[in-house]
């Protein structure tokens, strides 16, 4: 136990040790929330690296492929194209970032379509979605400090340390904003997926040696999703359009985009992290398959990665553990700073009226969601098979937001009237699905509520789209602000040199 738990405050030490040495004051709310728009593209790797993947990988992700085999390829197959999505929106997003002073995806919406209520909706969505999974979060180090503590530590004790010291850790998520969650996702995105990646493969390799090959592995395995099947020919399909697309709705992971240098940064940093998403993920799954036919797996598939890393002994089981701990940390930091500025910015901003400009606010509202996350996380110890259904229909409800965004950014037709329209209904038709069909939908060959409901989305958007066309003033705006992304001198400070002949009166203060 003392080296388990003394691992876990050694990495906390060097997380908030590197945190304080280059710790900087922001002057404003925008450098709070976007870091300056300073960072350049390893940093960039880290950062989207470990928020996207977050620590359960090691176990729930992990434990997919092992208990139902190669289908937990998916994961890696949708990360992949994520980060060809995320090269396209570099341009657009970065550009419209820095030259309007943009500070969350909710802010981004309401600039393209010029709308207060496009804004507000886009917030509410993403801040109800992304909850649970912070919660969770917090809640998904039991099964770290359960191992760590090698017998000493029940199952409920566990879960209210793991609650304890990712609460802790915020603190500094609190004080030094986006700059803080973007070095920490350096150091902790070193340990869980270059540090993890050769674990793993480690692991792998010892398998393979010693009796745990892919040959004694179930024969189910091997197989997917097809025609005949309870689930569908369309369900893997669907998993890996709504992980695609959806990736990029969550509030944390798009907030990315307006934290690069430039451009070129972040597709520096798409480049970069696709060989470590295909070799980290690729790594992993291929080990879970394998570790398959480790006793005690089948029994306990979420426990895969402290199983099999129980080989090397306490020390390997450590190592392990940081790992998963590391990754919970970046992705459960990212999310309270994302939610925290889409709230202060988006809903409190918008409510008075005003251009959010105090970065105090910033921390105030991420203080009062992590406190909330935590009252929650203690709430609801024991009962977490209900938040996980609620997390599985936000994960449906959240990429609701692709029509709106994709749409808007890649076409210039798409209305504020359509974009609330498409929102509100692909939101609660995902929900209704969700709850009838949790897994797939038998009558649609296998697609999952979100998918469907993101098909009732798009084609409301297009619609309305057509019948309600937009104005003719609202027509020249839109073509200015695409006409815009073909000139290179973005303007940084549109608060000191505005463009008149843009109005975006729906996210900035009249002059």
Same mark, same amino acid.
């Given at each position: ?310 080989? +090397? ?6 190592? !392990?553990?940081?790992? $998963?701990? =590391?990754? *919970?940390? @970046?992705? /459960?930091? &990212? ?72 749409? +808007? ?6 209305? !504020?009237?359509?974009? $609330?329209? =498409?929102? *509100?209904? @692909?939101? /609660?038709? &995902? ?81």
């Amino acid at each position: 136990m003392l080296i388990g738990y003394g691992g876990i405050a050694v990495f906390f030490v060097v997380v908030v040790t590197a945190l304080e040495l280059t710790k900087r004051k922001d002057a404003t709310f925008s450098e709070y929330a976007t870091a300056g728009r300073s960072f350049g593209s390893f940093f960039g790797t880290m950062a989207f690296l470990n928020t996207w993947l977050p620590g359960t990988m090691f176990i729930s992700f992990a434990g997919l492929a092992a208990s139902a085999g190669v289908i937990g390829f998916y994961s890696m197959i949708y990360s992949l194209l994520a980060v060809v999505l995320m090269f396209f929106l570099a341009k657009p997003v970065h550009d419209w970032g820095k030259r309007y002073d943009l500070r969350s995806q909710a802010d981004l919406l309401g600039a393209r379509y010029n709308s207060r209520a496009v804004r507000i909706v886009a917030a509410l969505i993403g801040i109800a979605a992304s909850f649970p999974w912070i919660v969770l979060g917090m809640q998904s180090l039991a099964l770290v400090f359960k191992y760590l503590s090698f017998g000493h530590v029940g199952a409920s004790a566990a879960v209210l340390i793991g609650i304890v010291v990712i609460g802790l850790r915020q603190i500094w998520t609190i004080r030094f904003g986006m700059r803080g969650v973007i070095i920490s996702d350096m150091v902790q995105g070193i340990v869980a997926y270059l540090i993890g990646t050769l674990i793993v493969l480690g692991l792998l390799t010892w398998l393979v040696s010693n009796g745990h090959g892919f040959d004694a592995v179930a024969p189910d395995h091997f197989d997917l999703p097809g025609p005949g099947s309870s689930l569908g020919p369309l369900y893997l399909s669907s998993l890996i359009l709504t992980g695609a697309l959806g990736g990029w709705c969550w509030p944390d992971i798009f907030v990315r985009l307006f934290t690069a240098r430039s451009v070129a940064t972040i597709k520096r940093s798409a480049v970069q992290a696709a060989p470590v998403l295909l070799i980290f993920g690729a790594a992993l799954t291929l080990m879970a398959i394998a570790a398959s036919s480790v006793p005690g797996v089948t029994e306990a598939p979420d426990d895969v990665w402290f199983i099999t890393a129980g080989i +090397g002994g306490v020390g390997l089981i450590t190592l !392990a553990g940081i790992c $998963v701990v =590391a990754a *919970t940390m @970046g992705n /459960v930091g &990212a999310n309270l700073q994302a939610l925290g500025t889409q709230t202060a910015n988006d809903i409190i901003g918008v409510a008075k009226g005003v251009r959010v400009t105090d970065p105090r606010i910033g921390r105030i509202t991420v203080g009062v969601l992590t406190l909330l996350a935590a009252i929650g996380a203690f709430a609801t110890v024991g009962t977490s098979s209900g938040l996980i259904t609620l997390a599985l229909i936000s994960y449906q409800g959240i990429c609701q937001l692709a029509p709106t965004l994709f749409l +808007g950014i890649f076409w210039r037709r798409g209305t !504020a009237t359509a974009a $609330v329209a =498409a929102m *509100t209904s @692909g939101f /609660v038709t &995902a929900g209704a699905l969700q709850v009838f069909c949790p897994i797939s939908i038998p009558w649609l060959g296998g697609l999952t509520s979100g998918v469907a409901a993101l098909l009732v989305n798009a084609a409301v958007y297009v619609a309305l789209t057509y019948v309600a066309p937009m104005s003719t003033a609202e027509r020249r705006r839109v073509d200015l602000l695409f006409d815009r992304l073909h000139a290179s001198d973005a303007d940084p400070d549109p608060h000191i040199h505005p463009a008149p002949e843009v109005n975006l009166d729906s996210h900035t203060p009249a002059h």
